[in-house]
T-cell receptor, first 113, second 112 residues
Framework: QKEVEQNSGPLSVPEGAIASLNCTYS??????FFWYRQYSGKSPELIMF????GDKEDGRFTAQLNKASQYVSLLIRDSQPSDSATYLC?????????????FGKGTKLSVKP | DVKVTQSSRYLVKRTGEKVFLECVQD?????MFWYRQDPGLGLRLIYF???????EKGDIPEGYSVSREKKERFSLILESASTNQTSMYLC???????????FGPGTRLTVL
């Protein structure tokens, strides 16, 4: 069973701090990973994806991938109250349905002013 | 940017009613998906379609069917709604070059 594990939180950080969200996955063959943000009552929206080991930066967001440890993380620098949301990690299920994503259950982030 | 629309944001139906949820995408993507999302259970795949008139069951297809008569439109049908189908329903389409999925705004369905 392919799985994605995330700490459900809530993770609480003060405004301006770095928020660190983590995800482990079971499929060693996974090549790409996605981070989605979901505000309460809304649908998931893509923040970024990463394909290769190392870091990928996009504005205040940095995704980090370590394939050997089967671990992917998302760092949010200078956290803002508007970053308060649930963050979902996902990777493609290549061996199953045609390209559906396997999602973690999400980590709820709360940024306190 | 990919735009995915869903026919209703909120829907209230009675037990036993037939319910249609519509999803439309504007990017000519072949793959489309229906998920439901429940607290504590995360996103679960109901059905997906990889082309017009082509469909496959996901992880929880029982009580649902789908229709894809045109490439841009993917419909989810609840043949006889039950209270345990009260949920948030999310449609998505997939960019095959990046594997990225783009979601519609969701339909919050309540079955009374």
């Amino acid at each position: 069973q392919k799985e994605v594990e995330q700490n459900s939180g809530p993770l609480s950080v003060p405004e301006g701090a770095i928020a660190s969200l983590n995800c482990t996955y079971s499929d060693r063959g996974s090549q790409s990973f996605f981070w989605y943000r979901q505000y309460s009552g809304k649908s998931p929206e893509l923040i970024m994806f990463i394909y290769s080991n190392g870091d990928k930066e996009d504005g205040r967001f940095t995704a980090q991938l370590n394939k050997a440890s089967q671990y992917v993380s998302l760092l949010i620098r200078d956290s803002q109250p508007s970053d308060s949301a649930t963050y979902l990690c996902a990777y493609p299920n290549y061996g199953g349905s045609q390209g559906n994503l396997i999602f973690g259950k999400g980590t709820k982030l709360s940024v306190k002013p | 940017d990919v735009k995915v629309t869903q026919s209703s944001r909120y829907l209230v139906k009675r037990t036993g009613e037939k319910v249609f949820l519509e999803c439309v995408q504007d990017m000519d993507h072949e793959n489309m998906f229906w998920y439901r999302q429940d607290p504590g259970l995360g996103l679960r795949l109901i059905y997906f379609s990889y082309d017009v008139k082509m469909k496959e069951k996901g992880d929880i297809p029982e009580g649902y069917s789908v229709s894809r008569e045109k490439k841009e439109r993917f419909s989810l049908i609840l043949e006889s709604a039950s209270t345990n189908q009260t949920s948030m329903y999310l449609c998505a389409c997939r960019d095959t070059y990046t594997d990225t999925q783009y979601f519609g705004p969701g339909t919050r369905l309540t079955v009374l």
